[in-house]
């Protein structure tokens, strides 16, 4: 599988390749101008990143935007990724009062139409690092799982896109987001 990954300005691309070690890895800056033109990729990660929030930043973040509405390829958004997910299809996004880090337990919101029905059936722990959430899903937008503040795992309606507010890459030892990663993959994978 030919992945491009876009990366955000993640500190943490490393572990993601690590998640990725079967695949051919492209990597590009979310600011390059050449994340539109690249269809012949199979899937397109969306990294996180701090430099910058996704609210009153859509500029600078126009073609990745402009590529999540567009492309009819998988794409898998990371925390900042999981956000230009949301907002490319109408999510709205909250500032919380304070930084969310550490580790967290997410609850599945519905198994019977759920990807992870077969492996998730209590709450399960996750590694996050955030300071924004979906504060309103858009009809685009299914939730899948939710913390304490808010949706952890989106997935769109029609296409293969998936969001992760949380980070699977970190804390595998600790933690099952490299598992829920893995069964996105997978599924992905198979089309």
Request: contains cysteine; charged residues 25%.
């Given at each position: 599988?030919?992945?491009?990954?876009?990366?955000?300005?993640?500190?943490h691309?490393?572990?993601?390749?690590?998640?990725?070690?079967?695949?051919?890895?492209?990597?590009?800056?979310?600011?390059?101008?050449?994340?539109?033109?690249?269809?012949?990729?199979?899937?397109?990660?969306?990294?996180?990143?701090?430099?910058?929030?996704?609210?009153?930043?859509e500029?600078l973040?126009?073609?990745?935007?402009?590529?999540?509405?567009?492309?009819?390829?998988?794409?898998?958004?990371?925390?900042?990724?999981?956000?230009?997910?949301?907002?490319?299809?109408?999510?709205?996004?909250?500032?919380?009062?304070?930084?969310?880090?550490?580790?967290?337990t997410?609850?599945?919101?519905d198994?019977?139409?759920?990807?992870?029905?077969?492996?998730?059936?209590?709450p399960?722990?996750?590694?996050?690092?955030?300071k924004?959430?979906?504060?309103?899903?858009?009809?685009?937008?299914?939730?899948?799982?939710?913390?304490?503040?808010?949706?952890?795992?989106?997935?769109?309606?029609?296409?293969?896109?998936?969001?992760?507010?949380?980070?699977p890459?970190?804390?595998?030892?600790k933690?099952?987001g490299?598992?829920?990663?893995?069964r996105?993959f997978?599924?992905?994978?198979?089309?």
């Open positions: 599988m030919d992945i491009l990954i876009i990366d955000n300005g993640t500190h691309l490393v572990k993601i390749k690590e998640l990725l070690s079967e695949s051919a890895i492209t990597i590009r800056p979310y600011f390059s101008d050449k994340i539109e033109s690249l269809p012949f990729f199979d899937l397109f990660i969306l990294t996180g990143g701090s430099a910058h929030p996704v609210v009153g930043n500029k973040f126009s073609n990745e935007l402009r590529l999540i509405k567009t492309i009819n390829k998988p794409i898998i958004g990371i925390c900042l990724g999981f956000e230009l997910i949301a907002k490319a299809f109408g999510a709205k996004l909250q500032k919380l009062v304070m930084k969310e880090r550490g580790i967290i997410i609850d599945w919101l198994h019977r139409s759920n990807i992870f029905k077969d492996s998730f059936d209590r399960i722990k996750v590694y996050e690092s955030h924004w959430i979906i504060q309103t899903l858009s009809k685009s937008l299914i939730g899948l799982a939710k913390s304490k503040d808010g949706y952890e795992v989106i997935k769109h309606k029609t296409k293969p896109i998936y969001g992760f507010q949380f980070h890459e970190l804390f595998v030892d933690t099952y490299n598992e829920i990663f893995e996105v997978k599924k992905i994978s198979q089309k």
